[in-house]
């Protein structure tokens, strides 16, 4: 249902190339995944179009193994929240854990698209660590 909601990100997407390039499918799709909903909603006319290249990035906050990551997509294992079967970092009893960084926009889980995309549909799930910018400048 959010997917759907929220897919009017990538009608508008759609649309304004259309009218710019006179293309409607951009060559890629870049979203950052949280909680997922607006990624779902930026990827949801695109999915079924080969042309276009979906990319998905997720925070690595110190790094995936660091201890201090939100890479749910890394180490997330299945579990229930919100009714929803999905990824979520949790300890091994089940408890859900907090991500880092601690922003409101990071979830513990992901949307459950995410992690029902078919492989061959998304080109790469890139995962962003806190260096400093002009570290990874150089």
């Known amino acids: 249902m959010v997917s759907r909601f ?24 870049v979203a950052c995944i949280g909680g997922g909903s607006n990624a779902a ?16 990035v997720e925070a690595a906050g ?6 201090h990551s939100a890479a749910t997509t890394q180490l997330g294992k299945l579990g229930i929240i919100h009714a929803a079967k999905t990824l979520l970092m ?14 409101w926009t990071t979830r513990a889980s992901v949307h459950c698209m995410h992690i029902c995309m078919n492989p ?7 995962l962003l660590t806190r260096k400093p910018w002009q570290q990874r400048m150089s």
């Open 90 to 103: 949790q300890t091994d009893d089940g408890q859900i854990t907090e991500p880092y960084p601690r922003a």
């Open 62 to 67: 110190k790094g995936v193994h660091s201890g």
């Open 120 to 126: 061959a549909v998304v080109l790469s799930w890139l």
């Open 6 to 29: 929220q897919s009017v990100i990538s009608e508008e997407i759609r649309k304004q190339l259309e009218e710019k390039t006179g293309n409607p499918n951009p060559d890629y799709v």
């Open 41 to 56: 909603g930026t990827y949801y006319h695109f999915l079924n179009e080969p042309d276009v290249k979906i990319i998905a």
